[in-house]
């Protein structure tokens, strides 16, 4: 077993996908399963079947809360994060991680793949032409970490239920050391494929959770990093457009649309208030 690297796979009902995740590394990797969707049917397996696996099943706090929460478990010098429907870390990709890290003497706040699928619109890489190249943001699908420097950093913020909280910790991080794209580990992310919904209800339920909490978090992210005053001038395009919109979805009756855009004035109203990030899954 690797005695450099523990992975820490985060997962809200994503039972299949966990499985087929680790099938590969089992025994190769100290692996850390956090749950927060206290699936009692994949820890009954787990620990059938995957007894050197250990699986945590907590409260759902949010993604910042399950990193942190993980971390307290990691022995070993580097730890991974990963979202289970990432696609290509082996121990190849894992080792390249390594040698990065050591190339760079440990001096960095965190690692991140190539994403062979990513939209150039939503996620900015760096060019292709270099092994190891400097990035200010990472996305947090999959982050590669030193354990002393996560500390030194002083971990994700668990204020942040969703989105953001790598945005966050990578303009902390850059207080200490760079960030780095590590071009030779390249990987699929499926991206908002994780969570297995039931039914068209609890469907229902993840997105609206998403739209609240994009809209809490990019302002609390903004306000946090750059003060109050700043966030509010930069969001006031934002405040007006949605508000337009539910307006017009109102007299429209856009029913679907208008709860959409009701919702993120709800999130965005929240933050604005200093509120915490209260919305949680109904299921």
Known sequence: MNEYVTIIILTHKS??????YIKNLYKKFKIIIVDNSKDIELEKIIKKNYPEVEIYLISNNGY?????????FVKTKYFLISNPDVRGIDEKSIQNFINAAKK??????????????ANPKSLKQTKNDKEIAELRVLSGACMFFCKKNYALVGGFDNNIFLYFEENDYCKRSINFFKNYQINNVKIFHEGGNSVSCENQNEIQDQQELRQWHFVW??????????GYTYAIIFFLPIIFRTGLKIFLYLITKDDINYFKYKNRWSGMMSSIKGEKSYKRPKF
């Open 104 to 117: 760079l003497d440990d001096k960095f706040s965190v690692l991140g793949p190539r994403y062979i699928n």
């Open 217 to 226: 978090s990019k302002f609390y992210y903004y306000k946090k990093n750059y």
């Open 64 to 72: 910042s809360d399950q990193i942190n929460f993980g971390f307290k």
């Open 15 to 20: 039972k299949k996908l966990v499985l087929d």
